[in-house]
């Protein structure tokens, strides 16, 4: 099994900077992409941002340019950078870390935007 632990969250104006990490702890080995999505409510959830363990990164059309995606795998940690943040960027944010062929989510990090 792999845990994977979410911090970071906040609230923040709009323009403001948040940065999140995200923790996996466990059967660590072999963990192949590390990501993040987001879901704002009454919405589905969506993609935010992934890195692969040799640090190829994909975005979301809307964060590109605001949100970095990092990854340190010798800590099996992943961080997301997020500057510009905007309102419609107020979300709970998910990191997921992908093994074989299993998902492991965290619970979950509040992020709010104030206009």
């Known amino acids: 099994q792999v845990q994977v632990v979410e911090s970071g969250g906040g609230l923040v104006q709009a323009g403001g900077s948040l940065r999140l990490s995200c923790a996996a702890s466990?059967?660590?080995?072999?963990?192949?992409?590390m990501g993040w999505y987001r879901q704002a409510p009454e919405k589905q959830r969506e993609l935010v941002a992934t890195?692969?363990?040799?640090?190829?990164?994909n975005y979301t059309d809307s964060v590109k340019g605001r949100f970095t995606i990092s990854r340190d795998n010798a800590k099996n940690t992943v961080y997301l950078q997020m500057n510009s943040l905007k309102p419609e960027d107020t979300a709970v944010y998910y990191c997921?870390?992908?093994?074989?062929?299993?998902?492991?989510w965290g619970q979950g990090t509040q992020v709010n935007v104030s206009s």
């Open positions: 466990g059967r660590v080995s072999a963990i192949s992409a």
């Open positions: 890195v692969t363990r040799g640090r190829s990164t």
């Open positions: 997921v870390a992908s093994r074989f062929e299993h998902d492991y």
